[in-house]
């Protein structure tokens, strides 16, 4: 009798590139490897994850397709490279040890909600782990705000000082349970504790007396300071209007609208009208804030929370300190930044002591230190699409595909609602929300997550891209640090970015419309259509430009806009406009002093910003004349468009200069006739609704007089 001898052994060597980190990839593989008996190691690295397996080629084939087809939920696979290796007899698998040599390529998992099996386990007074508001596993919890450097090890993140208890350890080296590797892994005999603090920073109470004292304290109409995972946050109940006044002056916070955090998916289908990517965008693992249209009639949230505002910013628990929180107190509560405005959200409780003790009442502190601020994110639906609108905690660090490898690159971003990017190999990645860079507050965050960036990734010496604009924050930090940077002209920039985010290449023609960024002609630029190649841009169309008496001012009193855009339609005949909005106001010397200013140019810098195109257009409909956050006179703009029986829209001219390049897509039709609408009494609504639809017609034309055929 023959038999057949066993298949010989191979040995494939992997090498596992991009979100592999942080979601327990390893205690996957193992299991993997286990399951096909399967022989080898497998090891965190600088660059990703490296297997090495031994076996049957048959099973190794299966090993390597099965690794995509089972991956992990919260895992992304941008490249698996296999080599040939020599088999040395290995039969058991193991692993190893983290190896933190060469080049940092690694991607960095944004913080996860916390997971249904997690959430069960807080809920359940027979777990060992009731009402733990750290409680976590492979599948959730904090990730990004406690990494301190590659690779994603406990020793590497700032839960390194909280040695795990004999229960614990047991979960995290036991393959078959979901804690297997788990880096946060803790409970309430090892890990972080909360207590609450006064405003002095005397302790009123621990763990479960914290918790319970911080909610009996915001029930009862206090501000409470609450550090979460990525930052604080400031809470007061959604429906207490004489608390969010307090917090809003306390705040210097005037107007602009204030996040909300429902303690359950069904108070917010009570109070907002939803969808069902709506519904998924609230629940998915990002946990963003979701702007949702308010349902006619809700009273259960304050008008004072979103004042004139047709939507309500919501979220929803993500950690288990929240949903702890928002169980006890069981109603709709303000959750808006830990900050003063304009400042970056605080992460240390000795410095929200500091900078929050003039607003908050209490503080309910944690010891498990942040290695990062985190802002909430924010995004909403549009076209059935999810649309990113602040990119924080749930989505940063986030990587861009670049298809090529480009040398190290740090590109130090703009001036308002700043981020910054490094190119590790093939991706870009880009920071969390920064913010506006006006304090020295923003500036110096600014400056903290460049070195952050650079020590993660091992950045050295890499080329530095900024604005254009040399009085920009962000522009004069690189050259202080001695940086040889390139310059970026700003519209330039942001159609690159919309085509690297959509995996888009040239030629396209860009639209990029906003409030300002420095031109090539040293105007300020903010209505323009880009042409653009693979290696070469060009200006192939632009707003009409119109002065702004007082430059800056004008984008935060809008009238400035109305009457710059006045003065370049009727000249110095707009000052006889008396029944105009942005002129009411005014004395006769103010209009004596803006007439002088204007027609001999003296702080009227010309703009082609569709941003203070819109500021103008809402004060010449008397909706908005003074802005206290960016952005109001134009959401207001949008906030009044009322449904119109049959599609209108104002006329309006496309010219060429010379009959070369740009096209200049001049409004002056289109403000006669909202001139002649508001003299008939026409409804700003229907005014608001015509001018929205102008702006899509202009599009449309520019995009077919240059050629475009879709």
């Given at each position: 009798m023959i038999t057949a001898s066993p298949p010989a052994a191979i040995r494939q060597r992997l090498l596992i590139r991009g979100t592999v980190q942080g979601v327990g990839f390893r205690p996957f593989i193992y299991r993997l490897a286990s399951d096909l008996h399967l022989g080898g190691w497998v090891e965190n690295s600088a660059q990703g994850v490296v297997v090495e397996v031994e076996g049957p080629s048959d099973s190794i084939a299966a090993f390597v397709r099965r690794i995509d087809r089972e991956r992990p939920p919260h895992s992304q696979i941008g490249s698996l490279k296999t080599s040939c290796v020599e088999p040395i007899g290995r039969t058991d698998f193991e692993i190893r040890a983290s190896n933190s040599q060469g080049a940092r390529t690694a991607a960095i998992l944004p913080d996860i909600a916390t997971c249904r099996a997690c959430l069960d386990e807080v809920k359940n007074p027979d777990d060992r782990r009731y009402r733990y508001p750290f409680t976590n596993c492979t599948h959730c919890g904090p990730r990004f705000s406690i990494v301190e450097s590659l690779p994603y090890d406990r020793r590497n993140t700032t839960m390194k000082s909280f040695q795990m208890c004999a229960l614990c350890s047991e979960e995290y080296f036991n393959p078959n349970n979901r804690r297997f590797h788990a880096q946060p892994n803790a409970c309430p005999h090892c890990g972080p504790h909360v207590e609450l603090w006064d405003a002095h920073g005397g302790v009123v109470a621990?763990?479960?007396?914290?918790?319970?004292?911080?909610?009996?304290?915001?029930?009862?109409?206090?501000?409470?300071?609450?550090?979460?995972?990525?930052?604080?946050?400031?809470?007061?109940?959604?429906?207490?209007?004489?608390?969010?006044?307090?917090?809003?002056?306390?705040k210097r916070r005037d107007a602009k609208p204030l996040a909300l955090m429902f303690p359950n998916i069904e108070s917010v289908d009570a109070a907002c009208e939803i969808s069902e990517l709506e519904r998924c965008l609230l629940r998915s693992p990002a946990a963003p804030i979701v702007l949702l249209r308010r349902r006619h009639g809700f009273t259960g949230v304050s008008a004072s929370v979103a004042p004139a505002?047709?939507?309500?910013?919501?979220?929803?628990?993500?950690?288990?300190?929240?949903?702890?929180?928002?169980?006890?107190?069981?109603?709709?509560?303000?959750?808006?930044?830990?900050?003063?405005?304009?400042?970056?959200?605080?992460?240390?409780?000795?410095?929200?002591?500091?900078?929050?003790?003039?607003?908050?009442?209490?503080?309910?502190?944690?010891?498990?230190?942040?290695?990062?601020?985190?802002?909430?994110?924010?995004?909403?639906?549009?076209?059935?699409?999810?649309?990113?609108?602040?990119?924080?905690?749930?989505?940063?660090?986030?990587?861009?595909h670049l298809g090529q490898v480009l040398p190290p690159t740090l590109a130090m971003g703009a001036h308002l609602k700043s981020s910054i990017a490094i190119v590790v190999g093939q991706d870009a990645v880009l920071s969390q929300h920064i913010g506006d860079l006006g304090t020295r507050e923003a500036h110096q965050a600014l400056g903290e997550t460049v070195s952050d960036f650079a020590r993660l990734y091992g950045l050295d010496s890499p080329t530095v891209t900024?604005?254009?604009?040399?009085?920009?924050?962000?522009?004069?930090?690189?050259?202080?640090?001695?940086?040889?940077?390139?310059?970026?002209?700003?519209?330039?920039?942001?159609?690159?970015?919309?085509?690297?985010?959509?995996?888009?290449?040239?030629?396209?023609?860009?639209?990029?419309?906003?409030?300002?960024?420095?031109?090539?002609?040293?105007?300020?630029?903010?209505?323009?259509?880009?042409?653009?190649?693979?290696?070469?841009?060009?200006?192939?169309?632009?707003?009409?430009?119109?002065?702004?008496?007082?430059?800056?001012?004008?984008?935060?009193?809008?009238?400035?806009?109305?009457?710059?855009?006045?003065?370049?339609?009727?000249?110095?005949?707009?000052?006889?406009?008396?029944?105009?909005?942005?002129?009411?106001?005014?004395?006769?010397?103010?209009?004596?002093?803006?007439?002088?200013?204007?027609?001999?140019?003296?702080?009227?810098?010309?703009?082609?910003?569709?941003?203070?195109?819109?500021?103008?257009?809402?004060?010449?409909?008397?909706?908005?004349?003074?802005?206290?956050?960016?952005?109001?006179?134009?959401?207001?703009?949008?906030?009044?468009?009322?449904?119109?029986?049959?599609?209108?829209?104002?006329?309006?001219?496309?010219?060429?200069?010379?009959?070369?390049?740009?096209?200049?897509?001049?409004?002056?039709?289109?403000?006669?006739?909202?001139?002649?609408?508001?003299?008939?009494?026409?409804?700003?609504?229907?005014?608001?609704?015509?001018?929205?639809?102008?702006?899509?017609?202009?599009i449309v034309a520019v995009a077919t007089t240059l050629g475009e055929q879709r």
């Open positions: 621990v763990r479960h007396k914290a918790l319970r004292g911080a909610a009996v304290a915001i029930c009862n109409g206090a501000i409470v300071a609450v550090k979460g995972v990525g930052g604080f946050h400031l809470m007061v109940q959604a429906h207490d209007t004489d608390a969010i006044n307090t917090l809003r002056t306390r505002n047709p939507y309500l910013g919501i979220m929803l628990p993500y950690t288990s300190l929240h949903h702890i929180l928002t169980r006890e107190i069981n109603v709709p509560i303000v959750t808006t930044s830990g900050n003063i405005a304009e400042e970056p959200i605080c992460t240390d409780e000795h410095d929200a002591l500091h900078r929050l003790g003039d607003i908050a009442d209490l503080f309910l502190v944690h010891n498990r230190p942040i290695a990062r601020h985190l802002d909430d994110s924010i995004a909403r639906t549009m076209s059935g699409r999810e649309q990113v609108l602040r990119s924080a905690r749930g989505y940063a660090p986030f990587s861009i900024t604005d254009a604009h040399p009085d920009y924050a962000s522009t004069q930090m690189a050259k202080a640090a001695s940086f040889a940077t390139t310059p970026v002209q700003h519209h330039y920039a942001h159609v690159l970015s919309c085509m690297a985010d959509n995996h888009i290449e040239g030629p396209v023609l860009g639209v990029a419309w906003d409030g300002a960024g420095l031109g090539t002609d040293h105007t300020i630029w903010g209505g323009e259509f880009l042409q653009v190649g693979e290696e070469s841009w060009r200006r192939a169309a632009h707003f009409r430009t119109f002065p702004l008496p007082g430059g800056e001012k004008a984008s935060r009193e809008p009238w400035r806009s109305a009457v710059g855009i006045l003065f370049e339609l009727l000249g110095d005949q707009c000052f006889d406009l008396t029944e105009a909005d942005c002129f009411r106001s005014l004395t006769e010397t103010q209009r004596g002093t803006l007439r002088r200013m204007l027609t001999q140019q003296i702080n009227c810098p010309i703009t082609s910003s569709v941003g203070r195109l819109f500021d103008g257009l809402a004060s010449l409909l008397g909706i908005r004349q003074l802005t206290t956050f960016e952005g109001q006179a134009a959401m207001a703009l949008e906030f009044i468009v009322e449904e119109v029986s049959a599609y209108q829209h104002y006329e309006f001219a496309l010219r060429y200069q010379s009959g070369e390049l740009p096209v200049v897509l001049d409004w002056a039709v289109m403000i006669l006739g909202i001139l002649d609408d508001l003299h008939k009494g026409a409804s700003t609504g229907v005014i608001a609704a015509k001018i929205h639809h102008t702006l899509v017609e202009m």
